[in-house]
């Protein structure tokens, strides 16, 4: 089930499947520390390891902090890779203004 401030992991997986060559087994770009579209060169570039993304896959979903750093690992804003980012809830902590008695007499005027 997806959760409200999350969003699935395919897109982001289909992004990067789209942009390199397609893993082989043996002579594989990964192999001398290049990129290929398996799952575990997209676990290197991003920074995190292939079990985390098999985890991820097996859940179908990412949180939207993680999903950022995905995004941002591979060069795109989250917006490019999940259209309805703009409409995932997330918390923000409301903001109160500093009263000027607070601020350096330099400030104030």
Not at 30 to 58: D, K, M, N, P, Q
Not at 80 to 109: F, H, I, M, N
């Amino acid at each position: 089930m997806l959760e409200s401030r999350s969003v699935p992991i395919g897109p982001i997986l289909d992004l990067w499947t789209s942009r390199l060559p397609e893993h082989r087994r043996s002579d594989c770009a990964c192999i001398g520390g290049g990129w290929c579209s398996s799952t575990e060169s997209f676990a290197r570039r991003v920074g995190i390891s292939h079990t985390t993304v098999y985890r991820r896959l097996r859940r179908g979903y990412v949180d939207i902090y993680e999903a950022d750093r995905w995004a941002a690992a591979l060069g795109e804003h989250p917006v490019r890779v999940w259209p309805e980012w703009d409409r995932v809830a997330v918390e923000v902590e409301s903001y109160r203004p500093s009263k000027c008695d607070d601020l350096p007499a330099t400030l104030v005027g």
